[in-house]
């Protein structure tokens, strides 16, 4: 894989600490540089991964990433305005947004203390507790720097991850009233329509979904069979191809132009639809302090069946568009009874 300049580039010369905490200070600096929003996160983690090809997990979460602003501009286009209140969908919007941050904000920093261990050519990653990484993860990449396992771990920081924003995103009070409480939520999780793509310039559509993704058992199992098919011989330089010839820009027009046969969304590029957004940890857990891991989840999975999805997933979305139409006519029957019941003066 060539890397141009401006891969060279993306992360700057940091001379080996001789005072840790400035040190510390010039990483955390870095990781608020590229945490600015979801844009920001999907090309840091792909920039990574061209610096890095080695660490295959940072190209499956720059993917995943691009999924989440698809995702986030889905709210403020033709579809879900139709389906959902305004406050609704700002939920909605703050629940991906705060899981996509969540998850860079503990990763990023991992990333970048390989990077620097391969630049100084000894371990660093006795500074993780520096900036809350969990001991399971420090253990994991000391493990690699020795092993150089990459497959277990790309299983591993999925696995860490998906406990990363289990308490303080998918069982929050107000995301599990207001999101995963919804119908939306219950009607989109049994029909699939919470789905992960990865196009190709060729127009072609494969992924695959998850049913009951709040369960974390769940989300890992997703998060290693999108790994098996990202990283499918057969596949992995169209989607390689279609990363680096399209820019995210948040809007599903960057793989609608490429197919034929699906139905504009007409989705707005993310920085239209949305201003920056601050976020902070209140609290620093170690989630695997108390937590046993599961030796299942680094199971390698078989391909799935059918990981073809365009047609399928187009299908989907008619039939959410459908039902959009179907509420559209009842909200506008629900008003003309409430005009003709009105006293006249």
Known sequence: MKKSSNTYRFLPYIPEPKRTNEWIHEINHLVYLHNQDNISRTMAYQKFFLL???IKWSFLASMVSRNAGWNMTDLKGDIFP???????????????????????????????????????????????KEFHISSF???????????????????????????LIQEPVI??????????GSSLFFIEDHLHFSS?????????LLGASVHGFRKIENRIQLGNRLFKILFQPDYHSSFLNFALQVEHSGSRKDYE?????APKTNTPMLHQAYVYIPHHWKTHTDWSIQKDIDKEWYQELKLPDRIELSHWYFRKQRQLEKVANIKGVFTKIGKWRGKKKRPTL
Not at 197 to 204: A, I, M, Q, S, V
């Open 171 to 180: 069982d929050h009070e107000v995301y599990k009233k207001r999101v995963f």
């Open 52 to 54: 890095h090809p080695e």
């Open 82 to 128: 139709r389906l959902l209140h305004p406050a609704t969908r700002d939920a909605l919007f703050m629940t991906y947004e705060r899981a996509n941050w969540s998850i860079f904000q503990d990763a990023f920093p991992q990333l970048l203390l390989y990077h620097y261990s391969t630049r100084y050519k000894k371990k660093m990653f006795h500074l993780s």
């Open 137 to 163: 993860m420090e253990e994991e990449w000391n493990r690699y720097w020795e092993e150089r396992d990459d497959h277990r771990l790309v299983h591993s920081l999925i696995i860490n991850e998906q406990h």
């Open 196 to 204: 992960v793509l990865f196009p190709t310039l060729e127009g072609e």
């Open 257 to 261: 132009q490429f197919c034929k046969s």
